[in-house]
Nanobody
Framework: QVQLVESGGGLVQPGGSLRLSCAAS????????MYWYRQAPGKEREQVAG???????DYADSVKGRFAISRDNAKNTVYLQMNSLKPEDTAVYYC???????????????WGKGTLVTVSS
């Protein structure tokens, strides 16, 4: 019954910025980590960034220094601030949550439906 609601995608010029948001709604007991993935046309889906509820972060080499992941644990929300965007960043961006829906489990991965980011002049 957990659902991920994404927002913030759209069209932006090279060098511009966007901020993606993903909120986990519905009943959930614990969230261990939240991630952003992306899939460009003709390419495999790849992990862009991840963050644990303890605050540890990790980034793909292609976005280091340009993207920043953050979260609001109280709101069960993860953000992706994307700066200095390049045409190569064009992709469908997906939110993923690793969590536990109830005290009895099981632990599960949840996926959002994706939001399109297009970087073009």
């Amino acid at each position: 019954q957990v659902q991920l609601v994404e927002s913030g995608g759209g069209l932006v010029q090279p060098g511009g910025s966007l901020r993606l948001s993903c909120a986990a709604s519905g009943s959930i007991f614990s969230i261990y980590a939240m991630y952003w993935y992306r899939q460009a046309p003709g390419k495999e889906r790849e992990q862009v960034a991840g963050i644990t509820q303890g605050g540890s972060t990790d980034y793909a080499d292609s976005v280091k220094g340009r993207f920043a992941i953050s979260r609001d644990n109280a709101k069960n929300t993860v953000y992706l601030q994307m700066n200095s965007l390049k045409p190569e960043d064009t992709a469908v961006y997906y939110c993923k949550v690793w969590g536990r829906p109830s005290p009895s489990g099981p632990d599960m991965y949840y996926w959002g439906k994706g939001t399109l980011v297009t970087v073009s002049s």
